[in-house]
């Protein structure tokens, strides 16, 4: 009996975990410490090193360095049969040979649970992913969302002490993706099993997790719940992550003020920006805003004046349902996205305002500035 | 007439004749077909039915001592040791072969499934048999094998034995030549099957807890087992059919008389055609025996997709 095996720890330490592939590397210093029951996800651009993290994770690729600790017990020395980690593969993975139900109880089977058991818990689980009248078939048999399920409730039958999720949505459309996230999320909140998800869906991530961590090129740049990302991103690679669509390259032109303030200047426009990582003037910045965050102002309105500006002439405008979005461009050429209750006209010349707090500036050197300490971004 | 309107035929088309034949796969393209139909006419249909046809005009000699009319051949064939014993002869050696090589084959193709250092050395090495003829193999045996060959001289120089071993005209001789010649198509075959099987289910198994005795008998086996059967049948068929090596390392009138010696025999020594042809036609015979139980057996396993490629 497993049963007890989600109780035996309080949390998942995960210390300096790195992982190179002959000379480059593919995953570097990540230190992560997941509470029980936490919902946990990685995400990042492809070739960023989740998936290797969390093949790490689970054993299927050797460490180079680091050590994982369940609790007390150190597990990198297991071999993954030996891990007790449920894990849900991109590909589903389903034994094709086998029925649904055989599938879900082979993990309880592996581990000698009996056979009154298996089948009550074999049940349980299926009906928990609302598949029980297919449990006779084969996987084959089954639409893409109804195999993930499969894939799900083979996972977390065997009561796993963490489920490892590898990019599970990416093969099924976008209304099933949509649909099997709430399934996720709702079966975290049933179950309360820890859980480290894989993505590259900056969505599906703030959506799901209780605590993001965002990784480039083998490094994490940022850990924090979605709030803090979504709000204060770390460095310019995480806004652009976080939906900060434009992303403006600009030189300081003077000092921070008391509360952060600094101007920043490009060919074709001047604003006031927060400084998120400390500045000098004749720096190199980078500045990332929102869509939202871009106020339009069209000639009409143009009497509020508005502050801190800049004058763009509308290009595209596409309907989104609730508002437009607005593609603008600058006189020097640079293209920005916007968003908008009214659609302006195309080819028209709109003023655009963006509150200084919401225009996020940033050293342009990504490598140069250390990761962000997870503390010292929740107390920002 | 409700029931009778239900049951109309669907209207038909107002396409151009060429346009609904095309529906039914008929088109220029067949003519494709055209050489491949000539030659298996002319160069198996005829020759077929020819030899059958020879097989039911018995020489007078036959029909005097083993009665039975037209089918006198037949009757000899079962009632005449020196043929009839020859189908356990030629099983003996070709069910062991393809046993070996397809069982040898599986940890081989899963070993090299993976990437490393020197694979690519070691494949070409287990399949460079292929390219040698059987006759080649052969003559390999005889100098490396014989009583005065070098693994003989080796060993007795070593001390290890005192008499030569009996390695050629002999089972084992024969034995040994069909592994060598039916072992690389057994590799390549179950490599091949081995790599449609999608390589996340291993892993998907071993994060499940299964060790890896459990991930090959309730995994990889099952997923590999249809494949092994037809990789059965085709070096079966390979090894049923042997002759050269049945007659260079082997003992062919005693312990290696396989079918297609006594086919030869009664063929180019006794100038029996229509008996030739009988005991070919029984060696097909018996080949569909075992294909057909191999097909049998295979009927139950899953057959479907492996999840990966292919």
Redesign the interface.
Known sequence: MTTTSAEDFDTIRIENLGRRFGGTTALQGFDLTVERGEFIALLGPSGCGKSTALNCL???LPLTDGQIYVGEQRVDVL?????????V?Q?Y?????LTVAKNVA??LQ??GVSRRETTRRVDDALRLVRLEDQAGK?P?QLSGGQQQRVAIA??IV?EPRVV?MDEPLSNLDAKLRLEMRTEIRRLHQTLGLTTIYVTHDQEEALSLADRLVVLRAGRVQQIGTPQQLHDNPANWHVADFMGYRNLIDATVAGEPDGQGRVRIEADDLSLLGAAVNPVMPGDRVRIAVRPSDLVVHTAALAATSPVNTLEAQVEIVEYQGREYSVEVRTSAGRVLHVRADLAPEVGATVLLSVDPSRALVYQDDLDGIPAVDPAAVVTA | MTTATARTKPPRGSASLRHRLADRGIDSQLLFLVPAIVFILALFVYPFAYGFGLTLQPSEETVDRWGGGILANYVRFFGDAFTFESVWLTARLAIPAALFNVLAAIPLAIKLKHRFRGKRLISTLLVLPITLGTVLTAQGLLIFAGRQGWLNQALLNLGIIDQPLELVHNYIGVLLSLIISGFPFAFLLISSYLSGIDPSLDRAARSLGAGWGQRFFRITLPLLAPGLATTFILTFVLAFSVFPSATLVGDPSGSTRVLAVVAYRFFGEQFDYPMASTVAIMMGLAELVVVAIVLLGRSFLYKGSTGGKG
Do not use: T
């Not at chain 1, 071999?79 to 449920?86: H, T, Y």
């Open positions: 689970a054993g299927l071999p993954p049969e030996k891990r007790d980690f449920g894990m593969f590909s993975a389903l034994f094709p040979h082979f993990g592996m581990r084969l084959g083979r996972a065997i490892l």
